[in-house]
């Protein structure tokens, strides 16, 4: 006990008691680090925003990652067959990389990388190892999650990839929510930040994110975004039924079902709708929208903290809102901020790095 709290001493920095930034010497084991829950999330303090997503019908996303049970269930999900996403868009990712750092590195400032929605941190970790190879010091690296265990999964990775070599970055962990990246504001100053959204990082947010985080980095940083889609308008009927695939499979049926377990929402209480829906954000782009909705089949009274609520037959509960923005939207959308530098497509994803622009 005394070691760990020496350890929370030492490295631990609380910020606005929102999360915690974990400044981590190579020669720490994760099991030390990790050993102390670091989850601010708790039902019992987040009764009323619970009741509140259920009165509004629509589960807040941060409720997918909740423990440690969900966010397993969650890795089991992507890590599957069924979920191709994550083959296409990280070969797609790796395939540019080069041509991301080279242009990172016209920027004579030193790097800071930026990891926002991490997750297993594999696509980030190969960047890194990338990064370090081209540069003759320390980059600044932060790896920021709402999950824990994402968090210690994400750090692993990088550790074992980079074994040895895992010295010559300076590695911070941060457990937050991107709202509250104004606890951050002034860290962004003095380096070149690349903030990379990967995964559904963005699919989980509108264009309101983008302006907020333009709001906070320098003029000259980079915002590197994939995992979206390579098309210009509305999908075909094709393209579809792809997407849908992805989604509408019982892995993932199952891991929705472990975020629903935490409310004693269970199988036979109803069954899930999976569909596509459009936000036409800008004029001819479309912003395809991946929803799950949960249908009840049956009347249930359901706990919620100190809260109760009362769910009728037939009410929907929205799970999952995954919005996967069209190239064209995409570009539009960055562009309304920032300077788009590059993009990139392949199969039926695409990747785009931009910078902010000078004023």
């Known amino acids: 006990m005394q070691r760990k709290n020496q350890l929370k001493n030492d490295y631990i920095i609380g910020v606005k008691c ?10 720490i084991k994760q099991n030390d680090i990790f050993s102390e829950t670091m989850s601010f999330l708790n039902k019992e303090n987040d009764n009323d925003q619970l009741l509140k997503c259920f009165v509004e019908g629509k589960i807040c996303s941060k409720y997918l990652y909740f423990n440690d049970e969900i966010t397993n269930s969650y890795l089991k999900m992507i890590m599957s067959s069924s979920y191709s996403l994550l083959n296409d868009s990280h070969k797609l990712f790796l395939l540019y990389s080069n041509s991301i750092i080279e242009q990172v590195l016209t920027v004579q400032k030193p790097v800071r990388i930026i990891c926002l929605g991490a997750g297993n941190a594999k696509k980030e ?42 010295n010559a970055i300076d590695l911070s962990i941060m457990q937050m929510d991107f709202h509250d990246l104004d606890n951050c504001e002034t860290s962004f100053s003095e380096k070149c930040n690349v903030i990379l959204l990967l995964g559904n990082t963005l699919g989980n947010f509108d264009d309101s994110f983008l302006h907020l985080l333009y709001s906070y980095i320098n003029i000259g940083d980079f915002v590197v975004i994939d995992n979206q889609l390579k098309q210009y308008g509305k999908l075909s009927m094709l393209d579809e039924n792809a997407l849908l695939k992805i989604y509408d499979n019982e ?26 829906s459009y936000e036409s954000k800008y004029e001819n782009s479309d912003c395809a929208v991946v929803n799950k909705d949960f249908i009840f089949t049956k009347d249930k009274q ?15 509960l929205n799970l999952l809102v995954s919005k996967k923005y069209t190239l ?32």
């Open 328 to 359: 064209g939207c995409l570009r539009l959308m960055v562009s309304q901020h920032f300077d788009v530098i590059n993009t990139f497509a392949e199969n039926q994803y695409a990747l785009i790095t931009a910078q902010k622009k000078q004023i």
């Open 302 to 316: 359901l706990s919620l903290g100190s809260n109760m609520f009362y769910a009728k037959n037939g009410f929907g």
């Open 125 to 166: 970790t190969a960047f890194i190892d990338k990064i370090v190879k081209n540069i003759n010091y320390k980059p600044e690296v932060w790896l920021i999650d709402i999950s824990s265990e994402m968090l210690r999964i994400g750090y692993e990775n990088i550790m074992n990839t980079l074994e040895e070599r895992i």
């Open 18 to 27: 929102m999360y915690n930034k974990m400044l981590i010497p190579s020669n």
């Open 251 to 276: 892995i993932y049926s199952s891991y929705m079902y472990s975020v629903l377990k935490q409310f004693d929402i269970v199988r036979t209480d109803g069954y899930i709708h999976t569909y596509i």
